[in-house]
């Protein structure tokens, strides 16, 4: 029996390793069953997880969707509003330029350009008669003040400046007076001059009651009474000159100085209606057979009549000129054109 165990013991040596890998494997096997079981419960976690969100993302998809077609609506309509305003807007200005034309009356010239367009009518009232310029600015550039012969100190005429600069419209500009420096006549500007957005000589704002007037570099009229450089600056100005007195702003008169008021006189005038379509007048005066000057009172009331919603009074008397298309329109005081500091131009 011993010899039998002996023996069997010899025949199963062989496989005893085998046997005890085999039960430490299964052992390692009953360990390894709880975290399987938990990893199989996180992945079906995991899996419910994903498919949430796989339908948040498709519904936040079709939200998405939804609001680019409620976007797309609202842009085709606010574009169709916009249409709808553009063609109201443009009904308007057309209403209004028809409104302009007949306080105006009938027009006696036309030019019309890349950068502008002017109408010219005749004003005949009692007692004066002068030239009435509206103008229509697509550029900012078609308006220019010039200095004459473009040298500061200088005199030319109107029509001179007009000729040397193609200009299809020119009137006088500002104020100014002849002075001695080093034996020699030269034209001092008063206030401010503006060329190209520079002002042409320092700040000067003696006596304290001169305007500035002008346009900025959007082609629009701005002026005011400014008392320092940087008030003046601030109107952004492009072209402009000098002079007194303001004699409109907001459609409303502004107080004339006495020594002003009630004085006959040739006249040049600059101004705005309220779609910033500029308006230039000359009116003739001193000439009993002919116009024999307007007082600025009349002016002012004469403006409102017209429409007109700021004008300022440029240097008159003799130095009030109108140049059209190669020809001075107006008969100034002096029966000839005078000499003066600067003038304004529109270019084709």
Excluded: C
Aim: negative net charge; charged residues 20%.
């Amino acid at each position: 029996m011993y010899k039998i165990s002996l023996f069997m013991l010899f025949l199963v040596a062989p496989f005893l390793p085998l046997f005890l890998v085999s039960q430490e494997f299964m052992h390692q096997e009953k360990l390894l069953e709880l975290p399987t079981t938990v990893l199989q419960e996180e992945v079906k976690q995991l899996q419910k997880e994903m498919d949430l969100l796989q339908e948040k993302v498709m519904a936040l998809g079709i939200n998405i969707e939804e609001q680019e077609q409620t976007f797309r609506f609202q842009e085709e309509s606010l574009s169709e509003f916009s249409q709808v305003s553009t063609t109201h807007r443009q009904l308007s200005d057309d209403v209004y330029e028809q409104k302009i034309l007949d306080m105006l009356g009938p027009t006696v010239a036309t030019y019309i350009s890349d950068k502008t367009e002017i109408k010219i009518f005749q004003l005949a009232e009692l007692g004066y008669r002068g030239y009435i310029a509206k103008v229509k600015l697509f550029d900012p550039q078609g308006f220019k003040v010039v200095l004459a012969q473009d040298t500061l100190g200088k005199l030319e005429t109107t029509s001179s400046a007009a000729k040397r600069t193609s200009a299809v419209l020119a009137i006088n500009g500002g104020g100014f007076y002849t002075e001695r420096r080093n034996g020699l006549s030269y034209a001092q500007m008063i206030g401010n001059t503006v060329v190209d957005g520079n002002l042409v000589e320092s700040f000067n704002g003696y006596p304290g009651d001169l305007f500035f007037a002008g346009i900025n570099h959007q082609g629009q009229v701005v002026g005011g009474i400014p008392a320092s450089e940087r008030e003046l600056m601030s109107l952004e100005p492009y072209q402009g000159v000098s002079f007194i007195p303001v004699l409109l702003k907001e459609r409303k008169k502004v107080a004339i100085p006495d020594k002003w008021k009630t004085t006959r006189q040739p006249r040049t005038i600059i101004g705005k209606y309220a779609n910033d379509d500029l308006i230039m007048i000359v009116i003739d005066g001193r000439q009993n057979n002919w116009s024999i000057g307007v007082t600025l009172e009349s002016l002012q009331d004469k403006l409102l009549e017209l429409g007109v919603k700021d004008a300022y009074n440029l240097d008159g008397g003799g130095s009030s000129a109108m140049y059209f298309n190669g020809v001075l329109l107006n008969k100034p005081s002096d029966g000839r054109e005078r000499p003066v500091a600067n003038n304004i131009v529109i270019i084709p």
